[in-house]
């Protein structure tokens, strides 16, 4: 039922505005593009791209967006969320879904740093849900196993190859210290025949030297070109530049290491294989029809009281 012109007739402006907004606001705060696309991930995950981690908790229920692993999320990708929402809301009001909205945000502020080309389809309606509870399971964590890690992506339906590729997006934005501590303080889980980089790490030691006092302290994903969308995260990889655990396993295991050694060869092959990968993710498990509504507001249900 999603079609790259569903809103072609009923808000003709919806393109352009979003992109003027995202344009605007990458410019203003050029961490919205890394916060915007890991948003776009951990709402796909959890029930499909249907905004569910948009909606804002309430003193009855915590809904999706406060659970732990999402309370890093940046608030300035809500932010442009809210703001193309607006806009669009005084063109065409009630049309446009919050989560075409961020589906189409991520699209095009990928594109604008670098990244390629996402061909996304429109017409996913909102959940009518969000909860804290149903994000456990659904979300990799750095210090899993590969095996854990992988019969996660699966359980989404998404394959080996992949996951290899989604994953290219730490090619830009930040890790807070806490994520990788384990490796650069305690050597207890380095498993790859390259360990990390030994400058590298002391470099990192020295960055999160207070990380338990100052729990804002942050490092690239991708070290060299933090904010461009490119493959040179796969080319860290290969050198012990990988900053989580998780990054680092993809390079060295029998099932992923032949992907990484392609897509750090071949930036075209990394860039095809993420944008069939962002497309499948865009519309896996979306709801359409009456399973869902086109909220009015994306941080509240329609029928929200207060
Ligand atoms: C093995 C699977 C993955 C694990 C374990 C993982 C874990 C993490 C962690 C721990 C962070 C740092 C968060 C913080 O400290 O604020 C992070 C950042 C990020 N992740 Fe992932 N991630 C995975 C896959 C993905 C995928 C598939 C995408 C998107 C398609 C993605 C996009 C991002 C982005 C863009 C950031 C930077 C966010 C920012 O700078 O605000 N990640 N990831
Ligand atoms: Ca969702
Ligand atoms: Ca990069």
Redesign the pocket.
Known sequence: NLSSDYYTKTCPEFEETLVQIVTDKQIAAP?TA??T??L??HDCMVDGCDASILVASTPRKTSERDADINR???GDAFDVITRIKTAVELKCPNIVSCSDILVGATRSLISMVGGPRVNVKFGRKDSLVSDMNRVEGKL???N?TMDH?ISIFESSGLTVQE?VA??G??T?????CK?FASRIFNKSDQNGPVEMNPKYAAELRKLCANYTNDEQM?AF?DVFTPGKFDNMYYKNLKHGYGL?Q?DHAIAFDNRTRSLVDLYAEDETAFFDAFAKA?EK?SEKNVKTGKLGEVRRRCDQYNDYKG
């Open positions: 961490t890394v916060g696309l890991r776009f991930f890093s999320l940046p990799a964590r750095p899993m890690i996951m989604l994953v997006a730490h830009i934005g930040f890790s807070h994520e942050s994903n989580l998780s962002m993710v």
